[in-house]
Nanobody, 117 residues
Framework: VQLQAFGGGLVQAGGSLRLSCAASGITFSNYVMGWYRQAPGKERELVARISSGGSTYYADSVKDRVTISRDNAKNTVYLQMNSLKAEDMAVYYC????????????WGQGTLVTVSS
């Protein structure tokens, strides 16, 4: 199983980034996909998740600035982030879980998002 996240980089505060995560080795449409992030010195936190059918959840800290989406035909989940803030700076990980309530069982390698002020 591989979850390959990419799209991170350096962006100015107020800017946008789109992260992508390509999955292989799993039946992608069977999994709830999520994006997590971990900032230096902080615990990893859930940013957003999306069910196979498109139901979504967003953390309060990113609601209205972030959109999670998926393309089951491409085995890919996306995270569109707008109006980026300094506090969004973190390593972002994609993860796959078997159901909405379970913990993730597969993790990607992470992609770094750096926000400059």
């Amino acid at each position: 199983v591989q979850l390959q996240a990419f799209g991170g980089g350096l962006v100015q505060a107020g800017g946008s980034l789109r992260l992508s995560c390509a999955a292989s080795g799993i039946t992608f449409s069977n999994y709830v996909m999520g994006w997590y992030r971990q900032a230096p010195g902080k615990e990893r936190e859930l940013v957003a998740r999306i069910s196979s059918g498109g139901s979504t959840y967003y953390a309060d800290s990113v609601k209205d600035r972030v959109t999670i989406s998926r393309d089951n035909a491409k085995n890919t989940v996306y995270l569109q982030m707008n109006s980026l803030k300094a506090e969004d700076m973190a390593v972002y990980y994609c993860a796959a879980r078997i159901s909405w309530l379970n913990e993730p069982i597969y993790w990607g390698q992470g992609t770094l998002v750096t926000v400059s002020s």
